[in-house]
């Protein structure tokens, strides 16, 4: 499956985003999908996943609240919620999808990948 994010941008602190992930090539709403992002000088790190039926979502303990994952299988597009942003949102987002358990924030486990989106939160 093939997977472009996009909807990154130049956001003030506390503004909001929504970043989609769209997908072609295979049947979506067969993959589970992830979000991962990656700061200047950080690894890239987990941020939110959900189910290929989209009735399960999870989130590390130190992002919830802010981030909401969603997808919309006959648009074969996920989403990424992100509220109140803020400079330590700014990141690259990546989007991923796997077959199989939505459940795992291990990077390796997570089969295709998209490019990435510029999000830019200024102070």
């Known amino acids: 499956v093939q997977l472009q994010a996009s909807g990154g941008g130049l956001v003030q602190a506390g503004g909001s985003l929504r970043l989609s992930c769209a997908a072609s090539?295979?049947?979506?709403?067969?993959?589970?999908v992830g979000w991962f992002r990656q700061a200047p000088g950080k690894e890239r790190e987990y941020v939110a996943s959900?189910?290929?039926?989209?009735?399960?979502?999870v989130y590390p303990d130190a992002l919830k609240g802010r981030f909401t994952v969603s997808r919309d299988n006959s648009k074969n597009t996920a989403y990424l919620q992100i509220n109140t942003l803020t400079p330590e949102d700014t990141a690259v987002y990546y989007c991923?999808?796997?077959?199989?358990?939505?459940?795992?924030?291990?990077?390796?486990?997570?089969?295709?990948w998209g490019q990435g989106t510029q999000v830019t939160v200024s102070s």
């Open positions: 991923a999808a796997r077959a199989g358990t939505y459940y795992t924030h291990v990077q390796s486990r997570w089969t295709y």
């Open positions: 090539g295979r049947t979506f709403s067969e993959y589970a």
């Open positions: 959900i189910s290929s039926a989209g009735d399960n979502t």
